[in-house]
Structure formats: structure tokens, C-alpha cells
């Protein structure tokens, strides 16, 4: 019912900073929740970034707290993440997901886990070098 692209990974260098967009599409007015979460080579999924549809609250992983910024553009139903001071352990697949409203619709408290969310983008890689 819901598409997700990702895209603006790329390769920097430590201290650099990239954007990633996510475009939604398909029954957009459902969406609920929006996340970011990410995955790198032999590590489990890990929620970084949520906020509700209108983006008035918003959870971070705590290592990513100060550096990443998870806003959206309900116009062009685009949710992005801004990441800043990026780290070689920033390095990893990053993945835009959405949870709708709905019986299946979650909660709050759950946005940073992968768990909670049913639709997924195909991943864009992003890698920091030292």
C-alpha cells in the first residue's frame, strides 16, 4: 500500500555530513510513523531516527543524538535524514520505513524498533572513511 525510495547515500570522510531522502508513494495520507534504521555487514537493524506524520516528535538513537536530524516535506511526501559529524561507525545500509495507521498502526514507544514497522525502501549505503 506504501512505496518507499531511498536515496543520497554515498561515500565521505569522517566529519563530513549527507542527506538522505526518502519518497513515499502509493496511500501516503495512512502513514503514521516514518524511521530511519540501519545495518551494517554482520550487525543486527538498528533504529536511528522516527517522527509521527507531522514531524511534532521526533526519537533518536542515543549515538546518534546531536549529529542526525529526521525532518519531512509532507508536499512531496519526502521524509529526510540529515546526518552531521559523520563517523566510520555511521557506516552501513540505511533503510526509510513506515508504519500506517491502522490496527497494525503501533506506538510511539516503539518507533525505533524495526519490529514495529511493515514497509520498507530497498536501502541506500552510506560509508564514512577515516
Known amino acids: 500500500q506504501v512505496q518507499l525510495v531511498e536515496s543520497g547515500g554515498g561515500s565521505v570522510q569522517a566529519g563530513g555530513s549527507l542527506r538522505l531522502s526518502c519518497a513515499a508513494s502509493?496511500?501516503?495520507?495512512?502513514?503514521?510513523?516514518m524511521g530511519w534504521f540501519r545495518q551494517a555487514p554482520g550487525k543486527e537493524r538498528e533504529g536511528v531516527a522516527a517522527?509521527?506524520?507531522?514531524?511534532?516528535?521526533?526519537s533518536y538513537a542515543d549515538s546518534v543524538k546531536g549529529r542526525f536530524t529526521i525532518s519531512q516535506d509532507n508536499a512531496k511526501n519526502t521524509a529526510y535524514l540529515q546526518m552531521n559529524s559523520l563517523k566510520p561507525e555511521d557506516t552501513a545500509m540505511y533503510y526509510c520505513?513506515?508504519?500506517?495507521?491502522?490496527?497494525?498502526?503501533?506506538?510511539?514507544?516503539?518507533?525505533?524498533?524495526?519490529?514495529?514497522?511493515?514497509?520498507w525502501g530497498q536501502g541506500t549505503q552510506v560509508t564514512v572513511s577515516s
Open positions: 520505513a513506515a508504519v500506517l495507521f491502522g490496527p497494525d498502526g503501533g506506538s510511539w514507544s516503539g518507533v525505533l524498533f524495526p519490529t514495529t514497522y511493515h514497509y
Open positions: 502509493g496511500y501516503t495520507y495512512r502513514i503514521k510513523y
Open positions: 517522527c509521527n506524520v507531522g514531524g511534532s516528535s521526533r
